[in-house]
């Protein structure tokens, strides 16, 4: 089954369309990916973090400008905080259920869903191929660490003590957005410069390592670049509608 979609997605990204320019009027899928420097208090708990996200988006060709709505993830495999520490032996270890030393390793888990909008600006090429663009956006998004180890015979790790420990976060965020906008036939992306202003504060239960609350709020910035690919679903140019 996961095969035979993948097939039709291949087959819809190579099929020959016309009408594709900026004056355009079409609904289009994205998948975006990028990569995001953690700056604020975001720089203190995790490293460079990296993920996507998938959107539906309407383009409005006479007013040149686009609305979406995106779901995402992103991840990192630095985390700077170990709240776990202080259950740690004298040899820097965890131990099971069994009394075993075991290896518990740390990520980054976050999630993020939102609406954006962008609005073209001017030609950056003689062809009519490209064009800057900027844009803001603003959602909900939530992080925290995740734990793994596939046994789960470290208790603190998991399950109900696991939420005492993980550093949930959740808020609100907004976007802004920088970039350029490509129109080629049928191949349709975006290049930008993006960061994110987070305002989130701590979702779970208290932190049972720290006994901390931690109910200040957290501003959580991200600074990194983005590549959107669009697949068109529908398109409309000069009263003739266009179908993939």
């Keep these: 089954m996961f095969k035979n979609i993948i097939t039709v997605i291949c087959c819809l990204a190579f099929l020959k369309t016309w009408g594709q320019n900026f004056n355009t009027t079409s609904l289009d899928i994205g998948f975006g990916f990028g990569f995001n420097t953690p700056l604020a ?20 060709g006479d007013i040149e400008s686009q ?21 740690r032996t004298s040899s820097g270890q965890l131990l099971s259920r069994e009394g075993v030393p075991t290896v518990v390793n740390r990520r980054m888990a976050a ?57 949930n976060s959740r808020g609100i965020y907004i976007e802004n957005q920088v970039g350029v906008k490509f129109r080629n036939g049928p191949r349709k992306f975006d290049f930008m410069i993006n960061a ?16 901390s609350e931690e109910k200040n709020q957290r501003f ?21 509608d266009i179908y993939y």
């Excluded at 208090?41 to 409005?60: A, C, E, H, Q």
């Excluded at 994110?196 to 006994?211: H, R, T, V």
């Excluded at 600074?223 to 000069?238: D, H, N, P, Q, R």
Aim: glycine share 12%.
């Design 41 to 60: 208090d975001l720089k203190d708990r995790f490293g460079t973090m990296y993920g996507g996200d998938l959107s539906v988006n309407f383009y409005r």
């Design 67 to 87: 609305f979406g709505f995106k779901a995402g993830f992103f991840t990192s495999d630095v985390v700077k905080e170990d709240p776990l520490a202080v259950y």
């Design 111 to 167: 999630s993020f869903i939102g609406i954006d909008f962008k609005k073209n600006l001017m030609f950056l090429d003689k062809n009519e191929r490209a064009k800057l663009f900027v844009g803001a956006g603003v959602g909900l998004m939530q992080h925290k660490i995740r734990f793994v180890e596939f046994s789960k015979s470290v208790t603190l790790a998991f399950e109900e003590y696991g939420k005492g420990h993980d550093r």
């Design 196 to 211: 994110f202003e987070g305002f989130l504060n701590q979702a779970g239960p208290i932190q049972f390592d720290n006994m």
């Design 220 to 240: 959580d910035v991200g600074l990194g670049i983005k590549v959107v690919w669009y697949l068109g679903l529908t398109a409309k140019e000069v009263g003739k």
